[in-house]
């Protein structure tokens, strides 16, 4: 699916975010990329779509090396790489479903956008996706009026629109608070497995990345230093990414949020399909 | 710690400037005073007239009483003329300024060369008055309106084009990141994640500039192009001074109307 192989990035001022990153993605599983800031976890999402340009290294997607593509090509392959930011990034003076919709501008015309007539089946999807991350009736809100949840869970729409191979998500809870940021992760979590769609997932929150993810890659100094499944992390692995710490208290997180959902009612198994797609998540919209 | 390291490490006395700092603020004010010193003398200034001003100012108010009211059905012609002139320039305005702002703001034009020529036409716009305008597209059109929309056009781009662009700078990048992650081509992501977050500029530096050009209209006329100017120069040169009260009084009307809607308009914008 996705082959990352000796990627590096030098910034023109010298610094080096990439050392040399190789990275394998083949089963639709959500990664959390964790690191300490400055690490390069930003630059290699970005590396991914070119949003930031590579130095040197192959990013081959299904064969295709992403790295080495033209302008128009480059084009044409970010539709298959769907991103969610950490500040959402909607364009605020739009409404919702402006926002959502814009997840299609890779396969519409200049005059579809312009004359916002976007195909049918563009527009039964952007309704169906609304529905699934809980902001249906709010399609004609204006982005700047809604929370930071809520902005998110439109970032989300967006990026899922596009039906992408493979969700790049930089940081997505970290200007949530902390109810939230479970309520999103949670939701991202979901739509990628019911979907089958892996996502590579920048997280500052250790906690976090333990409860919602399946496989976690370590970052430090633009190397990985750790990649295995979630529960291989232990206080030497997040030792050697951060540096030294007390970690007793973020590794035992992970019991805590199990307790709080068997509290919650919620089902500790978290299938890959779920199929009911019309089915609403947990907690969605109300009071954020 | 003894007596004198306390007092050594918590002193008693702080100052936010240094003595040099201090220094340096009082160089400036006595250079300022002497910069406009020297402008005054250099300006061979005739003191004598200033002795009688005040009896020329009470004699003037005098030719000017009663203004003369018949007068004003000669006057709603021209100064509708004016408003339109305004209107028309600032239309024009956008149309023109509207591509240039693009071309001169960093991270929309196309290359260095795009840049400097979106800057170039910019500045070389704002540095006329448009009074001087006026007279270089009376030359080209003749006498009349036509002249005098094209001058507060000409004047008005550097204006509109600066902010215009100013404000495409200024833009939240990120959304322009995420329209460009979808894959979207250079003229959408024109279209969705930039021009959005600039048309509250637009819109509010259209009725501005329209509420400037009403006053710059007004004295079009002292050069020939068009509007109630041409009305104010005549009866000036003819000492008609009840006339110019009524001019006087009729332009200040319209101009804080003009003022009033465009403060209203501003203010609505979200």
Not at chain 1, 203 to 213: E, K, N, R
Not at chain 1, 233 to 260: F, M
């Amino acid at each position: 699916m996705l082959e990352v192989t000796d990627l590096v990035k030098v910034y023109p001022t010298g610094t080096r975010a990439l050392n040399g990153v190789s990275l394998t993605v083949d089963e639709p599983k959500v990664i959390a990329i964790i690191g300490p800031s400055g690490a390069g976890k930003s630059t290699l999402i970005r590396c991914i779509n070119r949003l930031v340009e590579p130095t040197s290294g192959k990013i081959l997607l299904d064969g295709v090396d992403i790295a080495s593509l033209g302008r128009r090509e480059l084009r044409k392959f970010r539709r298959r790489l769907g991103m969610i930011f950490q500040e959402y990034n909607l364009v605020e003076r739009l409404t919702v479903m402006e926002n959502v919709l814009s997840g299609r501008l890779g396969y519409v015309s200049f005059w579809q956008a312009y004359r916002r007539r976007y195909p049918p089946d563009d527009i039964r999807m952007a309704f169906q996706l609304l529905d699934r991350v809980g902001l249906s009736g709010y399609e004609n809100t204006r982005a700047d009026a809604l929370s930071g949840g809520q902005r998110q869970r439109v970032g989300i729409a967006r990026a899922l629109m596009q039906q992408p191979d493979l969700l790049l998500v930089d940081e997505p809870t970290a200007s949530l608070d902390p109810k939230t940021s479970r309520q999103i992760m949670r939701l991202l979590v979901e739509l990628a497995h019911e979907r089958g769609t892996p996502a590579l997932v920048n997280i500052h929150d250790v906690g976090l990345a333990q409860s919602f993810t399946d496989r976690v890659v370590g970052l430090a100094d633009g190397r990985i230093v750790f990649d295995g499944p979630v529960d291989r992390v232990t206080a030497q692995v997040l030792t050697d990414i951060y540096g030294e710490e007390d970690w007793s208290t973020t590794i035992r997180e992970v019991e805590d949020e199990e307790e709080e959902r068997e509290e919650a009612g919620v089902s500790r198994s978290k299938p890959p399909a779920r199929e009911k797609k019309d089915e609403v998540t947990l907690g969605v919209a109300e009071g954020e | 710690m003894t007596v004198e390291e306390h007092a050594r490490r918590y002193p008693e006395v702080w100052r936010r400037f240094s003595p040099r700092e201090t220094l340096t603020r009082y160089v400036w004010y006595v250079s300022i005073v002497f910069v406009a010193v020297w402008s005054v003398s250099n300006l061979d200034i005739s003191w004598f007239y200033f002795l009688d001003a005040h009896l020329q100012l009470a004699d003037l108010a005098i030719r000017m009483w009663p203004p003369d009211v018949a007068f004003t059905a000669l006057l709603l012609a021209p100064l509708v003329e004016t408003i339109h002139i305004a209107t028309l320039g600032t239309a024009v305005t956008v149309v023109i300024a509207f591509p240039i702002a693009f071309l001169a703001a960093r991270n929309t034009t196309f290359n260095a060369a795009t840049w400097f020529i979106g800057r170039f036409i910019l500045v070389a716009s704002r540095s006329v008055n448009t009074v001087v305008w006026g007279l270089l597209f009376v030359a080209i059109f003749g006498p009349g309106p036509v002249a005098g929309i094209w001058a507060i056009a000409f004047r008005s781009i550097g204006f509109m084009g600066k902010l215009v662009a100013e404000a495409i700078e200024e833009i939240d990048r990120g959304a322009v990141e995420a329209i460009e992650a979808t894959g979207a081509s250079r003229l959408q992501v024109l279209w969705i994640g930039i021009l959005p977050q600039v048309l509250p500029v637009i819109y509010g530096t259209t009725v501005y500039r329209w509420d400037i050009n009403i006053r710059e209209s007004t004295v079009l006329g002292f050069v020939g192009a068009g509007g109630i100017g041409i009305l104010l120069y005549s009866s000036i040169n003819q000492f008609q001074w009840r006339e110019v009260a009524v001019i006087l009084v009729a332009v200040f009307g319209v101009v804080v109307v003009s003022e009033l809607i465009s403060a209203t308009v501003r203010q609505r914008i979200t």
